[in-house]
């Protein structure tokens, strides 16, 4: 009987891990193939059976380098995304700040507008907002792709930064009060740092959603404001299929994904939680 | 005194002020600017010109296309067996790692990135995987003696194909929500269900499942909602191909406007997306709403 139990015990465990290594490879093998094959040779990328021991080549990352002008939507993408996130953090928090706290005309219809601009999807807004833009003579401009990413952003930013004010014990703000704050006192020296751990959450999210965006930026940004989504697409459309300089692209788009998940999984996993909540 | 109360009245609306006027401006006027463009027949050549309105002119074209029935067809098929797929491949995964495992942290980042890295460079680096020639799926397939496949120029397979991109890409997110729930459910409940005499299939479906409800139903409506919208991924996979096979409504909003220069039709297309997209999530929302009253 007890030996029975042990069994299944030791079934049961190596099940566990069997089935965890099976995941981890398929979540990790395409990522790994891609950064190989951004350090191989053009031929080498297109030889089967795949090449698993190469001398590793940054001939990939030349090509880039030399056909397109990387660095310009290398800063874009860093400025788009930098000021949307710095824009959507403040007034997102603030935002969740007046929701949580203060009690005013329109409040829980705001919620539930805010829930459902959560359901548009991003692809049903680049047509209007690509004529609004040029009508007014401003498609291209990266103020205006900042300007629409940070309305994109604003409800999740709102609904996760709710939640983590809510966290925040309501005797402080009432001891300052009593101490004769006013809001912005209080938002700035009690909410603003106690809430420190939800705004890196917003500020991963936001910056990912810029970063990564595809259809807006196709639509409304020209040669001068292109984000690198955008870039590898026309890359590959102008110059085929070259593998490894493709890789080396998507491996360079890759990067911001590598360091947040390496550095702060934990702040994802709370933030998909709290984005989560309903109602 | 008087001046501080009238500080503390108004602050809320000071503190929602940007946002609220950035959200209209940025979100609901072009939205509704679409809703009102579908009513329009509307191209690129004359988009500095009024155009003629069209009444429901765009809805009735699509309503007589095929091809638009044929791509909600595909993209309810889609996101159905995307979301099943993922809820059922992520529930076992997560059943079996709830309790301790050694080195947790690590697993846990490295399910973090398919979520975190670019649609885009998903879509591409699945179109690589899918290469009839150089692809290592195809060759994987002639090691184990599994003839090559047309991956992405078959009909068929191009759906299969972006399913299981999709699915390699949001598997780990919704283990990751699940297991949250699962480690939220009270010990002495399983253990109560034990001394009982449920078996393990008596107690996942009674207390487990039954306790994680709201989250599988919030997890499954997220999937739901994002499978609707997504177009990147098949974008840089198929681009919609072969013929249209695999163009999604969200990926259609795009080609119709951009490609077919339609504007006018597009937002139609738009228009319905987001009727779909509201009734299948109000939809799955109600249900649960109802199973908790009852």
Known sequence: ?279 | MANKTDLHRYSPYLFIGPAFIILILGLLVPFFYGVGLSLYNFTFTNIRKTPDFYGLGNYFELFKDPYFWQSIWITFIFTFIVTLGELLYGLVIALVLEEDVYGMRFWRSAFVLPFMIAPVVVGIIWRYLFDSNFGIINYVLSVIGIAPKLWLSDPHLALISIIIADIWQWTPFVFLMLLAGLQGIPEDLVSAGKIDGANYFQNLIHIKLACIRNVLVVTAAMRIIDAFRSMVVVYNMTYGGPGKSTEILSLSVYKTGFVEQRLGKASAVAVVLMVLIYVVTSLVFFKSQEDERN
């Open chain 1, 1 to 279: 009987m007890k030996g029975t139990k042990i069994k299944r015990r030791v079934y049961h465990l190596i099940l566990k891990y069997v089935l965890l290594v099976i995941l981890f490879f398929i979540t990790i093998l395409p990522i790994f193939i891609m950064i190989s094959t951004s350090l191989k040779t053009r031929v080498d990328a297109f030889s089967i059976p795949p090449v698993w021991f190469f001398k590793p080549t940054l001939n990939g990352y030349r090509v880039v380098f030399d056909s397109l002008p990387f660095n310009r939507y290398f800063i874009n993408s860093c400025i788009i995304g930098i000021l949307t996130t710095v824009f959507t953090c403040l007034f997102g928090v603030m935002a969740a700040y007046a929701i949580v706290r203060h009690k005013f005309f329109g409040r829980k219809a705001l919620l539930k507008v805010i829930l459902l601009l959560r359901m548009i999807a991003p692809v049903v807004l680049i047509i209007p907002i690509y004529i609004i833009w040029s009508k007014l003579g401003v498609v291209g401009s990266r103020n205006s792709v900042i300007f629409s990413y940070v309305a994109m952003n604003l409800p999740l930013a709102i609904w996760i930064s709710r939640t983590f004010i809510n966290e925040v014990p309501i005797a402080l703000e009432e001891a300052a009060i009593i101490d004769g704050c006013n809001d912005l006192r209080i938002f700035s020296s009690i909410i603003a740092p106690l809430i420190k751990p939800g705004l890196v959450v917003v500020a991963i999210f936001t910056f990912r959603t810029c970063w990564n965006e595809f259809p807006l930026a196709l639509v409304i940004t020209d040669r001068f404001s292109r984000t690198l989504p955008v870039a590898i697409t026309l890359f590959i459309s102008t110059t085929g299929v070259d593998w490894s300089a493709i890789s080396a692209i998507a491996t360079i788009i890759a990067i911001p994904a590598f360091i947040f998940t390496f550095t702060s999984s934990k702040h994802i996993i709370k933030g998909l939680a709290a984005g989560a909540v309903k109602g």
